[in-house]
């Protein structure tokens, strides 16, 4: 059982930065696929980023490349995101996903695709 813990989110004003943490608990952390997504209220979750296990390729929705760099530090067990150039319609529920892999290659950008969950961190960008 691999457990996800978000940090980092809070109220930042548009074209501001935020670092988000997501600290897992699994021994084995270099063997999960990671990603991230968001939800906002009255809309689906959706896919904001990814990134395989070693060597750490990473995805991104068109929303956000070139603003939002995710990453993984898997001798602390934990995958970041860093938020620049934010905007109001970033605003939502961020949350980590986990998915153990054979495949140095597998990632998704389906919710589906993950088994492991963090309870989420909250972002607001005011305008």
């Known amino acids: 059982q691999v457990q996800l813990v978000e940090s980092g989110g809070g109220l930042v004003q548009a074209g501001g930065s935020l670092r988000l943490s997501c600290a897992a608990s699994?021994?084995?952390?270099?063997?999960?696929?990671m990603g991230w997504f968001r939800q906002s209220p009255g809309k689906e979750r959706e896919f904001v980023a990814a990134?395989?296990?070693?060597?750490?390729?990473?995805y991104y929705a068109d929303s956000v490349k070139g603003r939002f760099t995710t990453s993984r530090d898997n001798v602390q067990n934990t995958m970041y995101l860093q938020m620049n150039s934010l905007k109001p319609e970033d605003t939502a529920v961020y949350y980590c996903?986990?998915?153990?892999?054979?495949?140095?290659?597998?990632?998704?950008?389906?919710?589906?695709?993950?088994?492991?969950w963090g309870q989420g961190t909250q972002v607001t960008v005011s305008s």
């Open positions: 990134i395989t296990r070693s060597p750490g390729t990473t």
């Open positions: 996903a986990a998915q153990v892999v054979y495949s140095r290659t597998w990632y998704s950008r389906s919710s589906s695709g993950y088994q492991y």
């Open positions: 699994a021994p084995t952390f270099s063997s999960y696929a």
